[in-house]
């Protein structure tokens, strides 16, 4: 599929998906919404990719929010359907079978910090901007931002972000938990998400997906169930070439070569 909206590399293992409207802040109105919902559909498929980094066109924004121009005149039936798209892909995103890096290298605001939210592992630069400002807008967020915002950073965090549609630079989502760490330009954070991405590509595949699914799965559940499903799926990977040969390389003293088989 031809894209409009994002751009779409693959570099060995690793793929990036780019917000591409550099002119409106990256804004997602409901075509970027939907192809970006089919890249991960695609990626979901493809095996050869291990990591993926998603990222925002320009020197602004990761992603300013949904598109305000786009949602101005919608009905509430509308609205509700664009709320729904936009969950529809980041849940994409949050259950990807691969790990998604979110390099935020400027503002992720509204949709944009929903979206990130939705993402395994926030890396920022230090000129990123975070919050939920809908509320200026007369609206709450749409995007799942009354959801995952909480589980991230904590309830009374959240909700001071959410009512007050304060921004925060990224040293205080740092702080807060929002990011796990912040790079002092935008190269040397596309650098580092490039290596974390390789770091998790080298490692026995079966076990980054199994993982990913156990902390996913255990967040919806209490702990003793997330246990015995963590238990479960340490046994099943037992039957894999992977375990054999992480284990057997340990013991032999070398580098161990995964296959994801
Ligand atoms: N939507 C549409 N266009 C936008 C958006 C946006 N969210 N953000 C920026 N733009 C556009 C501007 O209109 C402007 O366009 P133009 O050049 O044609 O006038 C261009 O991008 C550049 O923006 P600014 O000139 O405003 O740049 P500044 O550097 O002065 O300001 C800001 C940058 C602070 C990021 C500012 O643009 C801003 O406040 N943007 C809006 C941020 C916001 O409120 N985001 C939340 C949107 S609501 C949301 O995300 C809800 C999600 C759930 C939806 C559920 C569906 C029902």
């Given at each position: 599929m031809a894209f409009e909206n994002i751009l779409f590399e693959k570099d060995g293992s690793i793929a990036t998906v780019t917000i591409n409207r550099p002119k409106a802040l990256n804004a997602l109105n409901a075509d970027t919404l939907k192809e970006l919902d089919q890249v991960f559909t695609e990626l979901a498929a493809d095996d050869t990719v291990s990591a993926v980094i998603l990222t925002g066109a320009g020197e602004k924004a990761f992603v300013a929010g949904a598109d305000i121009s786009f949602m101005k005149d919608l009905t509430a039936v509308e609205a509700r359907a664009f709320?729904?798209?936009g969950q529809?892909?980041?849940n994409k995103i949050e259950n990807?079978?691969?790990?998604v890096?979110?390099?935020i290298n400027g503002f992720a605001l509204g949709g944009g910090c929903e979206?990130?939210?939705a993402c395994d592992i926030r890396l920022a630069s230090e000129s990123a901007k975070f919050g939920q400002p809908e509320v200026n807008l007369g609206v709450p967020p749409g995007f799942?931002?009354?959801q995952r915002l909480p589980r991230l950073v904590g309830k009374g965090r959240a909700k001071e972000l959410l009512y007050t549609g304060d921004m925060i630079d990224a040293a205080e989502a740092y702080r807060i938990g929002l990011v796990n760490k912040v790079f002092a330009t935008a190269e040397e954070l596309q650098e580092a998400a490039k290596k974390m991405a390789k770091k998790i590509?080298?490692?026995g595949q079966i076990a980054v997906r199994v993982t990913k699914s156990a902390v996913n799965q255990g967040m919806e559940m209490d702990s003793a169930r997330g246990m015995a499903y963590e238990a479960e799926v340490f046994g099943l990977v037992f039957s894999t070439e992977d375990q054999k040969e992480g284990m057997a390389a340990f013991l032999e003293k070398?580098?161990?070569e995964f296959k994801g088989k």
């Open positions: 709320a729904q798209l529809a892909a980041f990807l079978p691969q790990p890096i979110a390099a979206l990130a939210s799942a931002g009354t590509a080298g490692k070398r580098k161990a």
